[in-house]
């Protein structure tokens, strides 16, 4: 029965040879990514920005202003979207060729409500991690509690001890 071993480590394994000697003779380790890169044939970058509707060649629906009042205007697009899609119904039985511009339009209020969505996640983002520190902390203030109530519990088993050895 025929195996294989295993293969053999790359060749920078050397690069380490006397670390256990002397830990700073290893390599730095690189430098993190800025800008772009690419990776498996496409093109990233590392700046997290969500391109503009115009940028993606998409009409904005709502306004451009920064004081958007995001659930107004998500509860206007879904109206609309629901419009669109009557709409694109009534197209298909009456005048089926025509079909294609209510598609583009239902398209144009999904990438809208999903910019607007997207737009969001940062916000979504820092509550999460609000939340799972405020449960952090409860867990701790709880154990803190379950170590406090142990260690009195403790103390007065030995106290007890203690009485009942000096009563002997």
Same mark, same amino acid.
């Given at each position: 029965m025929a195996t294989a071993t295993y293969a053999p480590p790359p060749p920078y394994y050397r690069l380490y040879k006397d670390y256990s000697e002397?830990?700073?003779?290893?390599?730095?380790?690189p430098s993190p990514i800025e800008g772009t890169y690419a990776c498996f044939g496409g093109n990233y970058t590392t700046e997290d920005v969500l391109p503009s509707l115009e940028e993606q060649g998409v009409p904005q629906l709502y306004p451009k202003d920064s004081n958007v009042d995001y659930k107004k205007e998500l509860r206007s697009l879904n109206r609309e979207l629901q419009l669109h899609i009557l709409e694109l119904s009534d197209?298909?039985? $009456? /005048?089926?060729?025509?079909y294609a511009k209510r598609i583009g339009d239902i398209s144009s209020v999904f990438k809208n409500l999903h910019h607007l969505l997207n737009s969001l996640r940062p916000h979504q983002a820092r509550a999460t991690l609000?939340?799972?520190?405020e449960l952090q902390i409860q867990q701790r203030k709880q154990a803190v509690e379950d170590i406090k109530r142990r260690r009195e $519990?403790?103390? /007065?088993?030995?106290?007890?001890?203690?009485?009942?050895?000096?009563?002997q």
């Open positions: 002397n830990p700073n003779s290893a390599p730095e380790p197209v298909l039985v $009456e /005048r089926p060729s025509q609000i939340h799972a520190m $519990e403790v103390q /007065r088993l030995l106290k007890n001890a203690f009485i009942t050895l000096d009563g």
